[in-house]
């Protein structure tokens, strides 16, 4: 059957319905960094040399979010474009703005109010759009420039200079911030965590001095902040290789985006750098391709369907650094944080050469040196465990000096992450984590509030029990199936709660 020849009878306009598009902004799939970093992608293409991220802080929570840049600004005609969804935004070949969804996109999966001011040639010009206002016919708000001009000086940590162009972004009515326990100590995870992965994302802008980025909370009516200056996080900054021969560049066809340049990199065994660990305790998460468009990071780590198991502790010295030919942009996904699988790309990077030298062989040569030097990496075996971040503090300390006696220890850590509905913990031996499936939780909590040291009697028990799988060299078939067996006993106590 050939579609092509179905007769039309007749052809009608169908815009999208506006309270729909509403609600589907708000789950586009972007988490606050990947939003974050679209805004920066938006200033660094406005020359910003710049760039001031604030939390705002009122009572309990966090009230609003607002990213202010020293780029060259916008007139109204140019801001009201920029605020159209989809617009038809011109854009240079070495811009990172691509579609022309970003700013909004990416605000409103994590508020339901976007204001932007911005300043040109002295001219103050501002607009606003609410969740509401996109459901009634796509109204936006044009906003009184005199009374703007005050909240776009107030949005700098640092007061801009009179007459600066410049860009002020707020996220009002806020979705995605809820507060988890103790306001300070949850600001203070989330500084660094922003902090780290923006550091990743624009390392190279930021190694070439060509932009600075800050992060800082203050509260609504104060005018104090100490911002946190943002620093680069090179993933392959080492001072010496780890395998004679290497970096080595490997050549890739890849249909409809032509040939890529891949960079094999393997890292020193045992490092312990955080540009190595990058927020973690070892680099194993750390492993795989590191895709660059236009200097900007978009993929971090994972192996992209070449390697089944994006884990792999002997992999774990293996990264591959990408830079995308302009023809490459349809492979980039809307918010810049990953690539778009196709049927084509795996099997084209697993055929990469190196002259005669096939990719895989470069995977071989990464295994070996993780091998060859994995007896010195190691922790000595006589160190003793303690439970780690997850717990109370003075729970930690207390039992830390009951098992250790104020001696050397090495932590295991708790978090909670989504798993299998019918799994109700695993252990990550690399990473010296226990990890507890998030979708159970609430029942689990009953009354209780959830917080980073919450169900403490519960992990600590977990603790006890799973202590001596972390120092395994390999789990058998009889351990697993022992695992296997707790996993369900606990999940038949669970589904009773």
Request: net charge positive.
């Amino acid at each position: 059957m050939i579609l092509d020849e179905i007769p039309t009878l007749r052809t009608f306009s169908l815009p999208p319905d506006s309270g729909g598009s509403a609600a589907a902004f708000s789950r586009m799939g972007y988490d606050l960094v990947d939003a974050l970093a679209d805004i920066i992608d938006n200033a660094v293409d406005s020359k910003a040399a710049s760039v001031e991220i604030l939390f705002h802080r009122q009572d309990d929570r966090i009230a609003a979010v607002s990213i202010a840049d020293t780029g060259l600004g916008m007139t109204e005609a140019m801001l009201e474009k920029a605020m159209r969804f989809a617009g038809n935004n011109e854009h240079e070949d070495t811009d990172l703005g691509t579609y022309g969804l970003g700013l909004k996109t990416a605000s409103f999966s994590q508020c339901e109010s976007l204001t932007v001011i911005s300043r040109k040639a002295a001219a103050i010009s501002a607009c606003r759009w609410t969740k509401e206002g996109i459901g009634n016919n796509w109204s936006c708000e044009a906003l009184d420039p005199a009374v703007a001009a005050g909240v776009f000086a107030a949005g700098y940590a640092r007061p801009p200079r009179a007459n600066a162009a410049g860009t002020l972004v707020m996220w009002h009515r806020l979705t995605r911030l809820d507060v988890d326990g103790d306001l300070e100590e949850f600001i203070s995870e989330l500084l660094a965590r922003v902090e780290l992965q923006l550091g990743l994302i624009f390392h190279r802008f930021i190694n070439a001095g060509k932009l600075s980025i800050t992060v800082a909370a203050r509260d609504v009516d104060s005018v104090l902040a100490f911002p946190r200056q943002v620093r680069a996080h090179d993933p392959f900054a080492y001072a010496r290789t780890g395998r004679e021969g290497y970096p080595k560049q490997f050549t890739a066809a890849v249909p409809h985006v032509g040939t890529l340049t891949l960079e094999a990199h393997i890292w020193p065994a045992g490092a312990a750098e955080p540009n190595f660990r990058l927020g973690r305790r070892t680099g194993t998460h750390g492993q795989g391709f590191y895709v660059y468009r236009n200097d900007r990071l978009i993929q971090t780590g994972g192996w992209l369907g070449v390697c089944k198991d994006d884990g792999d502790a002997e992999l774990s010295l293996a990264r591959v650094a990408v830079d995308l030919p302009k023809a490459a942009l349809q492979a980039v996904s809307v918010q810049k944080s990953g690539l778009q699988l196709t049927a084509a790309l795996a099997p084209a990077l697993r055929a990469a050469k190196a002259g005669r030298q096939p990719f895989t062989a470069y995977l071989e040569d990464a295994r070996k040196a993780y091998r060859t030097n994995r007896k010195r990496a190691r922790q000595p075996g006589n160190v003793p465990l303690v439970p780690g971040a997850g717990i109370p503090a003075a729970a930690r300390r207390g039992s830390a000096a009951k098992i250790a006696k104020n001696g050397p220890v090495r932590e295991i850590a708790f978090e909670w992450i989504s798993l299998p509905k019918a799994t109700v913990f695993s252990i990550d031996p690399d990473e010296d984590r226990i990890l507890l499936n998030k979708k159970h939780r609430h029942k689990m909590l009953g009354q209780g509030r959830a917080s980073v040291a919450d169900l403490p009697i519960v992990k600590m028990l977990l603790f006890l029990l799973l202590e001596a799988e972390f120092d395994r060299e390999r789990f058998s078939a009889k351990r697993r199936e022992w695992l296997k067996r707790c996993n369900a006993v606990l999940y038949e106590a669970i589904k009773a709660l």
